[in-house]
C-alpha cells in the first residue's frame, strides 16, 4: 500500500485551503486560474447546510472514498486507488463570504497523478449538480 502519511496541513488555515505544491497532482478552487492546478468552486444554492450534506452523501457514494471528517463547513475525505492503494486528500470549505464552496484534491505521494484528482473533482462536481 502507498497511503503515505496523512499532512498535517489538512486543515483549514485562515479560512482557506492550503496551497497545491508545484507537483502536477493537485486541483485547487483557490489556485491561480490561469495555472493547471486551477478547478472551479462548487456553487451552492441558499441553504450552504443543506448543500453540504448533500456533498456527504456524493462523496458517501463514491467508489474509493473512504474515510469522511466533517466540521461545521468543512469535509475532508481520503481517496484510496484500486490497484495500489495510494491515498489522495480531498477537501471542501464553504466560504460564507464568497458564498462557494472551495475543493482542494491532492496526491499524498508522487509527483504525477496522471489527472486523477481533477476527475474526480469533475465527477465529483458532476453528481453534486444532479442531486441538487
Not at 496541513?9 to 492546478?37: E, F, G
Not at 447546510?49 to 448533500?54: A, M, S
Not at 484510496?80 to 491532492?106: I, M, P, T
Request: proline share 3%.
Amino acid at each position: 500500500m502507498f497511503s503515505g502519511k496523512r499532512p498535517q496541513h489538512i486543515i483549514v488555515s485562515d479560512y482557506y485551503l492550503a496551497p497545491c505544491t508545484n507537483n502536477p497532482n493537485c486541483v485547487s478552487s483557490l489556485a491561480h486560474k490561469n495555472s493547471r492546478q486551477f478547478t472551479q468552486a462548487f456553487v451552492f444554492s441558499n441553504d450552504p447546510e443543506q448543500d453540504l450534506e448533500t456533498l456527504k452523501s456524493v462523496l458517501t457514494s463514491t467508489a474509493g472514498i473512504g474515510k469522511i471528517t466533517q466540521q461545521k463547513n468543512y469535509i475532508h475525505a481520503e481517496c484510496r486507488s484500486r490497484l495500489f492503494g495510494f491515498v489522495d486528500d480531498l477537501e471542501f470549505y464553504w466560504d460564507a463570504n464568497d458564498k462557494l464552496c472551495h475543493v482542494r484534491s491532492a496526491a499524498r505521494l508522487g509527483f504525477f497523478d496522471f489527472g486523477v484528482n481533477r476527475r474526480r473533482v469533475e465527477k465529483i462536481r458532476a453528481e453534486f449538480i444532479r442531486r441538487m
